[in-house]
């Protein structure tokens, strides 16, 4: 099968004719987190926004409950297969589906096969409210509860549950959770397992984000970043234990204290300065 890819048509400046390559039977993130395969410098983009699937010769896209929703050709969806030359807006950002054929010099080409590390517009925040059509609320914006959401959000990532799982809970006033458990379609311990995956993933937002900035003063290798990564990765995996980047980069003395709490300070003054 022919491996695809999105070209960024519409969006911020500096992102403008990135083409993010989708290789056949991998599974791809879109959003404002680091840990997506793909980071978009979108405020209206949720962090983690849409993934894209590939099976039986086919590309799927599929909404992450974003706050914004994914427009497929002007259509709100939530799962669907893409076409070649059909267009994707999230947010303000406008990206094209095609196959991959051969490469253009004006393109710059992402595997996603690496962190996007790029420093995020907003760290932590919820994507910010678009002015959209009142009539179309997206699934993402009709759960209320943050926590809920990032249940909810992995579960779909996971082909755990289906958006229409959610629908139904919400037209009956269900509670969704619970409501999902009574039904045998989720079980409290795989939510306990969804909750710890959800904290590891905002430790490692902001775990790479210093590392890109340790790496940016010269206080470390890219080698030691990785590591220390690598690292956190198999404690999570095999411990449910997520040591901080920061910790292990002063206890391999790879930095020193000085110099962990200078990138503390300009993390700190980035966020809310």
Known sequence: MTNAQLI??????????????????????VGRSSICHFRVDDPLCSSLHFMITSEKNSFYVTDLLSANGVFVDNELIEHCELQ????????????????????EDDKDYLTGEEPALLQPLREDSSAVSANNDPKIIPLGRKIKVTKELS????????????????????????????????????????????????????????????GKLAIYYDFVSDKEIEECLLLQKNKYEQHKKIPRLSEMMVEKKYISVQQNNKLVKILAQQRYG
């Not at 992102?15 to 791809?28: A, I, K, S, T």
């Not at 947010?91 to 051969?102: A, D, I, T, V, Y």
């Not at 809970?169 to 509670?175: C, E, K, N, P």
């Open 84 to 103: 070649p030359q059909q267009k994707i807006k999230i947010g303000r950002m406008l990206l094209e589906f095609s196959f991959h054929e051969e490469e």
């Open 8 to 29: 960024i048509l519409e969006g911020m400046q500096h992102q403008l004719n990135q083409v993010f390559l989708l290789p056949y039977g991998q599974m791809r993130l």
């Open 151 to 210: 249940i909810l959000r992995l579960a779909i990532r996971h082909k755990l549950i289906s958006h229409q799982h959610i629908t139904q809970l919400l037209a009956a006033g269900q509670s969704i959770i619970p409501g999902l458990i009574q039904e045998n379609l989720i079980s409290q311990e795989k939510i306990d397992e969804l909750l710890r995956e959800h904290r590891y993933n905002k430790i490692l937002h902001k775990d790479t984000v210093l």
